[in-house]
């Protein structure tokens, strides 16, 4: 087969379950695109390129480094984020969609193959956490954990990075929002709850599919719905704040399940909701497709199709303010869906936002600004 990352109109052929050196189980890209930054660089093109060398394995590699920050300035009008920080960088997940992929080329490697097998272990993260809100021009203004991978993902089990960023966080009264699509998240639940009495954190969990085998292809090393819906309930109950994340939304493969993750999430104690459209930036758009004809190929047709009259044609889209709702026919109905239940199930009734004021930092008498 050629390199569909040279050819974004040719169609993988569908997996093969004969052929395990085919398609790897347990990963959502099968192959690594070339890195755009790199000019001369040895990758592996494709998983059945004739110039190939085997993988009997695919195992994960966390490479630690001594980063200089933490925490980013997010300037894009439309994430719903001012500040955010990652204590990983790419993402044991593997979920085919990700749209920080594209971010891993910046560190030198792919956005395929690489983005789930090179893990970047920021190993200095909380060090860093409590040198930034010693700063005397903060002002708690809420940081959300993770903005680009998730700090929950397997890597976490093994560096407890994000525990210790959440009890720099509590000992400051520094407000944090988090979002996961992991259960590992309940290891942490008391310095959530902590936190959550104190209503300075909040959590939203990311549930795309009740659909297990969807699932287990699109985001091969996530949690389950049922035990995301059971993250749910117990933080919840602890007393923090949960939401859920509905996204990507993708036409053909799981949009019509919006009403019912909605109802299943707010009746396990989530009130606040939100949702994004499925988009194919950089090379993503490559490996999406690769993933979606070897996994669908009776499908996939429409499903590409149907992402193209969301983004004028296109499935990329840069435009702030479109590129995360899609525009169209099956974008508005989407958008008129969400609209519809979350006001059905009470979602986003109340206007609430985390506490700013309790912010201090150690040896101090309450807030410092």
């Not at 690594?32 to 930054?37: L, P």
């Not at 959550?196 to 699932?215: P, Q, Y």
């Not at 090393?221 to 993250?231: E, F, G, N, S, W």
């Not at 995360?324 to 958008?335: D, K, N, S, T």
Request: include cysteine.
């Amino acid at each position: 087969m050629k390199d569909i990352s040279h050819n974004p109109n040719a169609k993988p052929q569908p997996k093969n379950k004969d052929d395990e050196v085919q398609y790897h189980a347990g990963r959502g890209a099968q192959y690594n695109t070339k890195n755009r930054f790199l000019v001369n660089e040895v990758t592996k093109e494709h998983i059945e390129g004739i110039d190939d060398w085997e993988e009997k394995t695919l195992p994960t590699i966390y490479l630690e480094q001594e980063v200089k920050t933490i925490v980013n300035k997010v300037d894009s009008p439309d994430v719903g984020m001012s500040y955010s920080m990652n204590p990983y960088a790419g993402c044991e997940h593997g979920c085919i969609y990700c749209y920080a992929r594209n971010v891993h080329e910046y560190w030198g490697y792919s956005a395929g193959m690489d983005f789930e097998q090179k893990i970047i272990v920021k190993k200095n993260a909380p060090q860093l956490m409590r040198k930034f809100l010693m700063n005397p021009k903060w002002d708690a203004t809420p940081i959300m954990l993770s903005g680009n991978t998730d700090c929950y993902q397997p890597a976490e089990q093994k560096y407890r990075l994000t525990r210790g960023i959440l009890e720099v966080c509590n000992e400051f009264n520094q407000p944090v929002g988090i979002l996961t699509k992991n259960s590992w998240i309940l290891k942490d639940k008391d310095v959530l709850q902590e936190m959550g009495k104190k209503n300075i954190v909040s959590a939203m969990v990311s549930i795309t599919s009740f659909n297990e085998d969807l699932r287990r292809v699109m985001e091969p090393r996530t949690t389950t719905a049922k035990q995301k819906l059971k993250v749910i309930n117990e933080l919840s109950s602890a007393g923090v704040r949960m939401g859920i994340m509905m996204g990507p939304m993708i036409p053909g493969l799981n949009e019509h399940e919006m009403q019912r993750i909605m109802k299943a999430a707010r009746d396990n104690g989530a009130t606040f909701t939100a949702y994004t459209f499925i988009r194919l930036n950089g090379a993503i758009k490559f490996l999406f497709r690769d993933w979606l004809y070897k996994n669908f190929p009776d499908r996939a047709d429409k499903v590409w199709h149907l992402i193209e009259s969301s983004h004028d044609g296109k499935v990329n889209d840069t435009r702030f303010g479109v590129r995360m709702r899609g525009e169209g026919a099956i974008a508005q109905l989407v958008a008129q869906q969400y609209r519809k239940y979350g006001k059905l199930y009470g979602m986003n009734a109340e206007e609430w936002s985390l506490d700013r004021s309790q912010f201090k930092r150690p040896g101090t008498q309450g807030r410092l600004f």
